[in-house]
């Protein structure tokens, strides 16, 4: 479980999240929403324990989240961090030496879904491509909570409903935790079972999908459109 106790974080004097309280269920994909700057790769940088609240105090599993708290989270940073030397192999056989909860076999199967080839030079492949190959370094760890900032960034938008659709077969929600964030939220609103909203800052909503349609016939985008005026 994921537990984050008024936490707030500055940047020198900025304010980036301010006293947000939450519990995030297991078993359940969860969607990060709102607008650009508003917080939101903060929040799941929290989570994956990369960065330290200002006040407050963020639990995974009970365990105060810091850099130790990797062995049971996977993160993708919207941020480039592959080293451009390796092939699709090297990056794959670079990850499994660094978690040993990295399964290769799952790695080869969801780089096969993602059309990359073992012998392409990191160097020579295409902003989607990169974007492929962090999503399978990703998803291929047996790990409680997958954290994924942006995932669909620089994917052309022709492949990317094909691939968010594929990247949840890929995860065990038995045992498994998925919390993305997205601007483009209509892309990912149909798996989503729950959403946060954040804006500047602050905690604005936390909801299950199914209840917001139920209880206002809304959809989370047609909420974002309704309540971000």
């Not at 660094?98 to 969801?110: G, L, P, S, Y």
């Not at 990169?130 to 370094?137: D, N, S, V």
């Given at each position: 479980m994921i537990q984050m106790i008024n936490v707030s974080k500055k940047y020198m004097k900025q304010s980036a999240l301010k006293d947000i309280s939450l519990t995030l269920p297991i078993g359940k994909i969860i969607g990060i929403v709102g607008e650009n700057g508003c917080g939101k790769?903060?929040?799941?940088?929290?989570?994956?324990?990369?960065?330290?609240?200002?006040?407050?105090?963020?639990?995974?599993?009970?365990?105060t989240a810091n850099r130790r708290i990797c062995k049971v989270v996977s993160y993708l940073s919207e941020l480039d961090s592959l080293n451009y030397i390796f092939t699709?192999?090297?990056?794959?056989?670079?990850?499994?030496?660094?978690?040993?909860?990295?399964?290769?076999?799952?790695?080869?199967?969801?780089?096969?879904?993602?059309?990359?080839?073992?012998?392409?030079?990191?160097?020579?492949l295409s902003k989607g491509n990169?974007?492929?190959?962090?999503?399978?370094?990703t998803l291929a760890r047996e790990v409680p909570y997958i954290l994924m900032d942006e995932p669909?960034?620089?994917?052309?938008?022709?492949?990317?409903?094909?691939?968010?659709?594929g990247m949840i077969s890929y995860v065990d929600l038995e045992s498994q935790t998925l919390i993305m964030t997205s601007h483009e939220i209509t892309e990912i609103e149909s798996i989503l079972d729950c959403f946060i909203a954040i804006r500047d800052g602050s905690l604005l909503r936390m909801a299950d999908v199914e209840e917001l349609h139920e209880s206002e016939g809304l959809?989370?985008?047609?909420?974002?459109?309704?309540?971000?005026?």
């Open positions: 790769s903060t929040l799941l940088k929290l989570i994956a324990g990369l960065s330290l609240p200002t006040s407050g105090r963020v639990t995974v599993n009970g365990e699709v192999r090297e990056a794959l056989d670079f990850q499994a030496s660094q978690f040993t909860d990295f399964n290769m076999a799952k790695a080869e199967e969801i780089m096969k879904f993602m059309q990359l080839e073992p012998h392409m030079k990191i160097k020579n990169l974007g492929r190959l962090k999503i399978i370094l669909l960034s620089g994917l052309d938008p022709m492949v990317r409903e094909s691939i968010i659709k959809g989370v985008t047609d909420w974002m459109k309704k309540t971000y005026v």
